[in-house]
């Protein structure tokens, strides 16, 4: 049986890029370049089809950045070429991001016929004080304009991106959104905190009015009894779907799976004769269609095993599931020992239960994921990763 693999597809650009965004996005120019951007995606396939090998592409997911300003012809001529170089799955998931304020009329009709077969609406509140603060393009009317052409383009199949613990948002505030959201009656709903992330505006001066700890909490639990409710099953930290509806794509790299990273800044990962690879792109957009010199790639690195531990947990315990472990020693080529350290001590302090050889975090553990993510972490004597 053929292994399965995913592909990221980076399409860096956005009409402006939002003060609380860390990603590797860009202000668009008044022209993008899209032929020559797909034009690079393909060369820049065509330089990991060595790693890909006899895999099966299972899903293709077009992150940014703000995919939906590219037309559907360029979504659809690389799924071409990926198709021609690629074994592509009969059923694979094909998922864009879309922000509500760039969707013309009639696009998702478009994007529908080229392939794609799921999208993650960036939303994130149905309040339009709150979406200003956010820097965001889109109004609350937007969001269900966006979602009606989504039903009508034959897409059933969507996300709905939600934040909580917004500058002057109470508990009130934050639970309107999400019932908003799910009468919009998406298939998959992201939860997620607001995070001032280094180096972004937010950051370097924080918004007024922010949340506290104690505040965003009680949001959080508030709005995961709604979501509940309303039948989806989290099974990550802030993903939530209704039966079936889980993210394929998302999984795939929660469960140590093999993807690779296309586009300017992606990143990748594939297991090759039983060591895993880490690949990066040229991060700058112009650098990256210039080709580098004839290549994309600015560093493929082997993940040393002493790695290995804290890569694998760092995914697999967002899952509210868990992992077990005898998928860790098939994933990593290590034996469960090499968990034996952290695994023992977090135990004891109540932050992972260990349940008929699987793992996972208990309430208390997800509450303090990063912290107990970073027990994981291998000694600093180990050293760096050596290049492959």
């Keep these: 049986m053929r292994r399965s693999l995913a592909v990221y597809v980076h399409l860096p650009w956005c009409v402006r890029k939002c003060p609380y965004c860390d990603f590797n996005s860009h202000q668009a120019p008044a022209r993008l370049?899209?032929?020559?951007?797909?034009?690079?995606?393909?060369?820049?396939?065509?330089?990991?089809?060595?790693?890909?090998?006899d895999r099966v592409v299972s899903s293709v997911f077009f992150g940014g950045g703000t995919p939906s300003l590219f037309k559907s012809a360029s979504i659809a001529r690389f799924l071409a070429e990926l198709r021609g170089r690629c074994h592509v799955a009969s059923d694979v998931e094909v998922t864009l991001e879309a922000n509500p304020g760039t969707i013309e009329r009639g696009r998702f009709e478009g994007?529908?016929?080229?392939?794609?077969?799921?999208?993650s609406l960036g939303a994130q509140s149905f309040c339009a004080s709150a979406l200003e603060t956010l820097g965001r393009i889109h109004v609350p009317a937007d969001i269900e304009t966006a979602v009606a052409d989504l039903r009508s383009a034959g897409i059933g199949n969507f996300n709905l991106d939600l934040m909580y613990g917004l500058p002057g948002q109470g508990l009130d505030a934050a639970v309107a959104d999400v019932r908003l959201a799910l009468g919009l009656r998406p298939a998959h709903l992201s939860h997620y905190q607001l995070t001032l992330e280094a180096g972004t505006p937010f950051f370097r001066q924080p918004p007024e009015r922010l949340p506290d700890d104690d505040a965003t909490l009680e949001m959080q639990l508030a709005c995961q009894e709604v979501i509940a409710g309303a039948g989806f099953g989290q099974y990550e930290v802030s993903a939530y779907a209704l039966p079936g509806r889980s993210c394929r794509h998302n999984l795939?790299?929660?469960?140590?799976?093999?993807?690779?990273?296309?586009?300017?800044?992606?990143?990748?990962?594939?297991?090759m004769d039983e060591a895993v690879l880490r690949t990066e792109r040229l991060r700058r957009p112009?650098?990256?269609?210039?080709?580098?010199?004839?290549?994309?790639?600015?560093?493929?690195?082997r993940v040393e095993p002493a790695e290995l531990p804290f890569e694998y947990a760092l995914n697999a315990l967002r899952l509210t599931g868990g992992f077990e472990l005898g998928h860790f020693e098939s994933a990593t080529g290590l034996p469960r020992t090499a968990l034996s350290g952290p695994l023992d001590?977090?135990?004891?302090?109540?932050?992972?239960?260990?349940?008929?050889?699987?793992?996972?975090?208990?309430?208390?553990?997800?509450?303090?994921?990063?912290?107990?993510?970073?027990?994981f972490l291998p000694d600093p004597e180990a050293g760096p990763g050596r290049a492959a």
Excluded: I, M
């Excluded at 112009?286 to 690195?301: C, D, I, Q």
């Design 33 to 53: 370049p899209e032929d020559a951007y797909v034009e690079a995606l393909c060369r820049d396939l065509d330089c990991d089809l060595p790693l890909a090998g």
């Design 111 to 119: 994007y529908a016929e080229a392939g794609v077969n799921r999208v």
């Design 252 to 271: 795939a790299y929660w469960t140590f799976g093999d993807y690779l990273g296309l586009g300017a800044g992606a990143h990748g990962k594939v297991t």
């Design 286 to 301: 112009r650098e990256y269609l210039a080709g580098g010199g004839g290549s994309p790639v600015t560093r493929r690195r």
């Design 345 to 375: 001590s977090l135990t004891a302090r109540g932050l992972l239960e260990l349940d008929d050889e699987r793992v996972r975090p208990t309430l208390l553990g997800f509450r303090f994921l990063n912290d107990v993510q970073q027990a």
